[in-house]
T-cell receptor
């Protein structure tokens, strides 16, 4: 079984649309994250949730809204998609936010906004 | 978190040791050094981490200088599957402190 799984793997959509990316982890971890990797391959953290509570919210437009129905899931909803949102989005999890935990990443969702 | 500096790219012959350097001259006493790698079209993968002492696991070895201002990740016998971007990250092990990935080193293992 995949430890951190996200769907869909590819997402092609028009500007102005609303889309969601789902993420689930079966590792029993307390903390989940969303990272964005742009065309220059910079990997930047967007959000961090610990036990369903938002911990980190980097400078991300309000159009991005994470939702964590339980600690095993962290979905990312994006409203009014823009061309600049095209990127690969990675979900990740870790046992907690403290200490020296490893991050476990999903395989990514490649979002293309046309 | 302290900033890291890595070479943009490196080549290594298959079967030889790959030594990937990282400078972190502004590292503070409570910051750990982590290494992750990202193989094309996949999510980053944890390799190893350390604070002061050298570390070894089944994937690699981490050598940290005595002043902790630099470190080297060693892949003892590089294979073609080790071709990836390798990220060196320094991070305080503390609540809410996140992993900030830099540009990394693109390692190409050559047959």
């Amino acid at each position: 079984d995949t430890a951190v799984s996200q769907t869909p793997k590819y997402l092609v959509t028009q500007m102005g649309n609303d889309k969601s990316i789902k993420c689930e982890q079966n590792l029993g971890h307390d903390t989940m994250y969303w990272y964005k990797q742009d065309s220059k391959k910079f990997l930047k953290i967007m959000f961090s949730y610990n036990n369903k509570e938002l911990i980190i919210n980097e400078t991300v437009p309000n159009r991005f809204s994470p939702k964590s129905p339980d600690k095993a899931h962290l979905n990312l909803h994006i409203n009014s998609l823009e061309l600049g949102d095209s990127a690969v989005y990675f979900c990740a999890s870790s046992p907690s936010t403290t200490g020296y935990e490893k991050l476990f990443f999903g395989s990514g969702t490649q979002l293309s906004v046309l | 978190d302290a900033k890291t500096t890595q070479p943009t790219s490196m080549d290594c012959a298959e079967g030889r040791a790959a030594n990937l350097p990282c400078n972190h001259s502004t590292i503070s006493g409570n910051e750990y050094v982590y290494w992750y790698r990202q193989i094309h079209s996949q999510g980053p993968q944890y390799i190893i981490h350390g604070l002061k002492n050298n570390e070894t696991n089944e994937m690699a070895s981490l050598i940290i200088t005595e002043d902790r201002k630099s470190s080297t990740l060693i892949l003892p016998h590089a294979t073609l599957r080790d071709t990836a971007v390798y990220y060196c990250i320094v991070r305080v092990a503390d609540t809410g402190n996140q992993f900030y990935f830099g540009t990394g080193t693109s390692l190409t293992v050559i047959p």
